[in-house]
């Protein structure tokens, strides 16, 4: 969730550390500066709950509750040097997981030559760029960065430059800043003030490794791989196709936004041309999206589209609340279809019946409010806040007959709008010391919801201590009887894995409930 529902978010936190603790810093006399700041982090997650995983020897088991399911180490450094003619900045991030017995497990499941362990962990220069104006009105932002759009939390209109990685935390990461891939870009910033705006130009010119683009999500049988196919390696059947002719990743992207203010209101009109951030199968069996894939069941790939959105935000005086609104809209997005698509008789894999195209319009409201009746009865030294956000997306010339599903491998029919409500309660106490928090995501379709209780405890300039507990409640799942050696489903019953229809996107979720401790030293 995003810093501005006052959950500190990694910049605001580093910020203020900085600022407190002083870093390590530099200043010449002639203004000139350098400064190093960062952390070292622990983080530590427990299974609340049993779930189907498979082993090498095919045989389904049901544990999982009270295993260790991730012990993370991190060292993030964060460097800035001010020359006054220009600014330079490197984000360096060095990640570390010991493989417990719960992930042993898996990776066991999947096989020789298979190691789950090398996506999640690794080092990385998350950003490196300089920054400098040109004249009074210019300023340039060139390298390797994040460019943040949109109005939303959790879900995602217009934040779409960039894709997330999900495979290590899925999208509970309290800090985007965290899950968000940085890309190669050129970012100018135009001051107009005789229009009271700012026009920002970006464009990308695809030099970025095709692994940065679009979001990398958990398809090879890890911690958090969708309910029931932890164990499962797809990547062998169903690679990444960076070079396909309609969704190639060196190919340039570009877009622009304007920011202004009308009536009191500030808001932005967007455009960008890039690559879907959600991966789509280019199947085998039904080759109906450009070029044949050539490979067991297809490819995956993320298409070229095109966006086009506004977003708003102010105060309303009337309801004491800041009113956010976004809405993007993407023609011809494309979607997976064939909810009851069989490889062969029996044998169900939805998704593989081709790729369809639909008018997609995604709108959000958002209201953050601040309970200021609250505070005395609760005894916060800040007013609790209160943020309720509702997500739709619509596919504008939906048709029943197209048979799209919900989520690649799952039977779930999409329906025509897609609707999430999400809700935020946050209380400090003790000088901002102690905060905790309660939020929740419900699909108001079919009732799944999740709920994440968490608490942050501030311990002087350095030590950060935040905890979440991630509860999913799901009245739909995905099951099978047991997993074949091979990583092919095997069925429930004495014939084939069985159609289902009822598994919708946090369905997918079930039996993942986790606890979650993070311990982290800034400086």
Do not use: C
């Not at 189907?52 to 180490?73: K, N, T």
């Not at 429930?492 to 289902?500: F, I, L, N, Q």
């Amino acid at each position: 969730m995003k810093a501005r529902t006052r959950i500190a978010g990694l910049a605001a936190t580093l910020a203020a550390g900085a600022a407190q603790a002083g870093g390590l810093s530099y200043t010449a006399p002639g203004g000139q500066s350098v400064m190093l700041t960062g952390y070292v982090r622990e983080h530590i997650a427990v299974n609340l709950e049993d779930h189907p995983e498979a082993q090498a020897d095919g045989v389904r088991r049901m544990d999982g509750q009270g295993e260790i399911s991730m012990l993370r180490s991190t060292l993030r450094l964060e460097g800035r040097a001010d020359l006054k003619w220009a600014q330079f900045g490197a984000v360096y991030r060095l990640d570390r997981e010991h493989e417990t017995g719960y992930l042993d497990d898996l990776n066991d499941a999947l096989g020789p030559g298979h190691n789950w362990m090398d996506d999640i962990e690794g080092d990385q220069m998350r950003e490196w760029y300089v920054a400098f104006d040109v004249g009074n009105r210019v300023r340039a932002t060139l390298g390797k960065q994040q460019v943040v759009w949109g109005e939303t939390d959790f879900f995602r209109a217009m934040d779409i430059i960039h894709g997330y990685d999900l495979r290590w935390r899925s999208f509970l990461e309290t800090e985007n800043e965290e899950l968000r891939k940085g890309l190669i870009l050129a970012n100018v910033e135009i001051e107009i003030p005789e229009l009271n705006g700012t026009l920002q130009l970006i464009y990308r010119p695809g030099w970025d490794k095709a692994k940065e683009l679009g979001n990398s999500i958990d398809i090879r049988g890890g911690r958090w791989a969708g309910q029931p196919t932890k164990g499962i390696d797809f990547i062998p059947l169903l690679p990444y196709n960076d070079d396909h002719d309609r969704a190639d990743t060196d190919e340039p992207n570009y877009g622009f936004r304007w920011s202004s203010e009308a009536w009191g209101w500030g808001y932005t009109l967007n455009y960008w041309r890039g690559l879907n951030v959600d991966p789509v199968a280019n199947s085998w069996f039904v080759p109906n999206y450009g070029e044949a894939p050539a490979f067991p069941l297809g490819d995956l790939i993320f298409p070229k589209v095109e966006t086009y959105g506004v977003t708003a935000s102010n105060y309303v005086e009337a309801i004491d609340s800041v009113v956010r609104l976004e809405m993007a809209f993407t023609p011809d997005k494309p979607y997976n279809v064939g909810t009851d698509f069989a490889l062969f008789p029996g044998f169900f894999v939805p998704g593989l019946g081709g790729i369809v195209e639909k008018n997609t319009l995604v709108s959000m409201i958002g209201i953050d409010k601040q309970l200021k009746g609250l505070s005395d009865v609760l005894g916060t030294n800040q007013f609790p806040l209160l943020s309720v956000q509702v997500f739709d997306t619509w596919l504008t010339n939906f048709k029943q007959s197209d048979d799209i599903v919900e989520v690649l491998g799952y039977g779930a029919p999409r329906r025509e709008h897609t609707t999430y409500l999400t809700a935020l309660f946050a209380l400090e106490y003790k000088n901002s010391t102690v905060k905790p928090s309660l939020a929740g995501v419900v699909d108001t379709g079919n009732g799944d919801f999740v709920l994440i209780p968490a608490l942050d405890l501030v311990f002087g300039n350095h030590w950060r201590i935040h905890t979440d507990m991630d509860l999913f409640f799901t009245h739909h799942q995905k099951n099978v009887k047991r997993f074949s050696p091979g990583g092919f489903l095997a069925p429930e019953d004495a014939g084939s894995v069985s159609a289902e229809d009822n598994t919708h996107l946090l369905g997918t979720f079930a039996n993942n409930s986790q606890f979650n401790l993070r311990v982290t030293y800034q400086f």
